[in-house]
């Protein structure tokens, strides 16, 4: 089983930035694509961002141009930085490995709130 920690949440403005940080345990981080997942109040879990092992990313549409994942396999930490933040953004982050062998495996979370 691996651990996922993920940090970097807080309360910001509409148009602030945010950088989350996800730390996985163990030494199979470098092997896998990972993604970034959140979940508003009363939604479902929504696939934000992938990243390849190989560090090519992709995006959903509503973050593209504004968020931008990557990876560091030497401190098995993949990153979301956001910017232009929107109110419709808030929602709980969560990192994913994206592989079936860890498709029930999550962390707890971090809270992103976008608010004045």
């Known amino acids: 089983q691996v651990q996922l920690v993920e940090s970097g949440g807080a309360l910001v403005q509409p148009g602030g930035s945010l950088r989350l940080s996800c730390a996985a345990s163990?030494?199979?981080?470098?092997?896998?694509?990972m993604g970034w997942y959140r979940q508003a109040p009363g939604k479902a879990r929504e696939l934000v961002a992938t990243?390849?092992?190989?560090?090519?990313?992709s995006y959903a549409d509503s973050v593209k141009g504004r968020f931008t994942i990557s990876r560091d396999n030497a401190q098995s930490t993949v990153y979301l930085q956001m910017n232009s933040l929107k109110p419709e953004d808030t929602a709980v982050y969560y990192c994913?490995?994206?592989?079936?062998?860890?498709?029930?495996?999550w962390g707890q979370g971090t809270q992103v709130t976008v608010s004045s």
């Open positions: 990243i390849t092992a190989t560090g090519s990313p």
């Open positions: 163990g030494n199979v981080f470098w092997m896998y694509a």
């Open positions: 994913h490995i994206e592989a079936t062998r860890f498709r029930s495996n």
